[in-house]
């Protein structure tokens, strides 16, 4: 395929996203109008299915297939960093000298740690209920941890983060998710359809159906996926040195 072909290909691709794109924008409800199917429809599948947070009804419930998604596209990316940035040959690992931390620094990072760690905790357990969920409680989980790297130092770090516990905690969210699936398909109904458990008492933590086990799974498939992948990155600028050539 030559040049001017490949040219031609874009254009033409381009030119039918943006016809879709401009055809789609001019039939969109009238901006502050009273026409919102989608958004209506939505919220009245969470009411039904006892779900306080409808953004989490759509996540977890609604379009639990999607999110399997994009937790698929997170969990590649984690595999693929641990596969590109492992120890090759040619490098070795020298243990790192702790630097000196200014006392105010130290004193903030160790303060707020254990508070930033119980926030996404918090925010993954009452996902179905108030604002947040598993995506985002589990980056604020995963980084607090990484404050004792700023207070402390590159070991005091590595000794609560064992990289390989969190590879395999990864590894059982995933496959928990996908088991909740199955779990439907055994018991005569579609593949993540929230008709496993009850959907509880409005706005408890046992509410939702299936919601809350969905937003846990992703809470922890999140949180360890960002730990492997800033461990990994840490690696290479902290430990793994460039063996010398013979």
């Not at 109008?33 to 989490?56: C, E, F, K, M």
């Not at 005569?188 to 458990?197: C, I, K, R, V, W």
């Amino acid at each position: 395929m030559n040049r001017r072909t490949r040219l031609w290909l874009v254009a033409s691709g381009g030119a039918g996203l943006a016809a879709l794109l401009v055809a789609a924008c001019l039939d969109l409800p009238r901006f502050g109008g009273d026409r919102h199917p989608y958004g209506d429809r939505a919220v009245a599948t969470s009411l039904a299915r006892r779900t306080a947070n409808t953004i989490s009804s759509v996540n977890f419930d609604q379009r639990a297939f999607d999110t399997l998604g994009e937790m698929t596209i997170l969990f590649a990316a984690v595999l693929g960093c641990v596969v590109l940035l492992r120890q090759t040959r040619d490098e070795h690992r020298a243990r790192p000298a702790p630097e000196p931390v200014a006392l105010p620094v130290r004193r903030y990072a160790l303060a707020v740690l254990p508070v930033a760690l119980l926030t996404g905790l918090y925010v993954i357990a009452h996902g179905q209920l108030s604002p947040g969920g598993g995506f985002q409680g589990g980056v604020v989980a995963a980084t607090s941890l990484h404050l004792l790297y700023l207070g402390a130092d590159y070991r005091a770090l590595e000794r609560i983060r064992p990289v390989g516990l969190y590879e395999v905690g990864d590894a059982l969210a995933v496959s928990a998710y996908l088991v909740t699936g199955i779990a439907g398909l055994i018991g005569g109904t579609a593949f993540l359809a929230n008709t496993l458990l009850p959907y509880g008492t409005f706005n408890t933590l046992s509410s939702g159906g299936t919601v809350p086990l969905l937003n846990a799974a992703v809470g922890m498939e999140v949180a360890c996926a960002v730990v492997v992948l800033l461990a990994r990155f840490l690696d290479q600028a902290v430990e793994i040195e460039e063996g010398e050539s013979t």
